[in-house]
């Protein structure tokens, strides 16, 4: 059902069964999936593409241009997934470079006034709580939590079932597994609840455990705990995520 005062122009494909709600503004090449309910006030504009089964709240505003001194216009995207819920004043952002995509799995929740700025990343069933904002080009991976209030520094990363922690300041990537909190950011602990809330086994923690000690309470740097992860953990599969996560990381890693 589309609200007789929501105005829908351009190139925009509706799927099946999808619901546009009072006063919302859809234009440009824009694609929604089946299923998914657009609230009163949303406005989606450009080059968008909504998968099937979100649930989009009032005022949310996908697909504006990038907040960066460097867009030169042409053609950027937004790409969201299925089964999401964003929540209201959420504010998705095109990437800044032709061709290049904002991103944002499937079952995620965005709470109110999430702000995802252009090229940033998102995984699946990851949690992002009122008002965080990420700046450009921040990834954060799958099965991640993030608190309220929280700020990304440009380019971060933020590695698989980590935890951030209310109002935190984040400008270092952040391993996977952990808690990360402060300002500046630190990592406090292993993320225990989330772990066995994701059914990771006793054996796994235990595993997770000892690369935390490796890694944040040994007195070895950075460098020769990655060699000693390498050696005893090399063919493990959470040992393996966390050297590629140091590996891939730009910006050095919390600890």
């Known amino acids: 059902m589309i609200h007789n005062t929501a105005i829908i122009e351009g190139n925009v494909k509706l799927g099946q069964n999808?619901?546009?709600g009072p006063f919302a503004y859809i234009h440009g090449d824009v694609t929604i999936g089946d299923g998914t309910e657009i609230g009163p006030?949303?406005?989606?504009?450009?080059?968008?593409s909504i998968g099937q089964r979100n649930k989009i709240y009032h005022a949310a505003y996908l697909g504006a241009p990038p907040q960066d001194v460097a867009w030169k216009g042409g053609q950027s995207f937004v790409s969201v997934g299925d089964d999401n819920l964003i929540r209201e004043f959420v504010q998705i952002h095109r990437g800044t470079k032709e061709g290049t995509t904002t991103t944002m799995?499937?079952?995620c929740m965005l709470m109110a006034g999430v702000h995802l700025a252009h090229n940033t990343k998102v995984g699946n069933e990851v949690i992002i709580a009122n008002n965080t904002v990420l700046a450009g080009y921040v990834e954060v991976d799958d099965f991640c939590f993030v608190s309220g209030l929280v700020g990304f520094h440009?380019?971060?990363?933020?590695?698989k079932y980590c935890?951030?922690?209310g109002m935190s300041r984040i400008n270092m990537d952040c391993v996977p597994y952990m808690i990360h909190e402060g300002n500046p950011s630190r990592i406090a602990g292993i993320n225990i609840v989330g772990l066995r809330r994701r059914g990771f086994s006793e054996e796994r923690r235990r595993t997770i455990k000892n690369l935390y000690k490796l890694l944040v309470r040994s007195k070895l740097n950075t460098t020769q705990a990655v060699e000693r992860i390498k050696?005893?953990?090399?063919?493990d599969p959470d040992g393996q995520e966390m050297l590629a996560f140091i590996e891939r990381s730009d910006r050095g890693i919390n600890k």
């Open 18 to 20: 999808v619901t546009v």
């Open 41 to 48: 006030n949303v406005h989606i504009e450009g080059y968008v």
């Open 105 to 107: 799995g499937s079952n």
């Open 154 to 159: 440009q380019f971060v990363k933020i590695g």
């Open 163 to 165: 935890m951030i922690s």
């Open 231 to 235: 050696a005893e953990y090399g063919n």
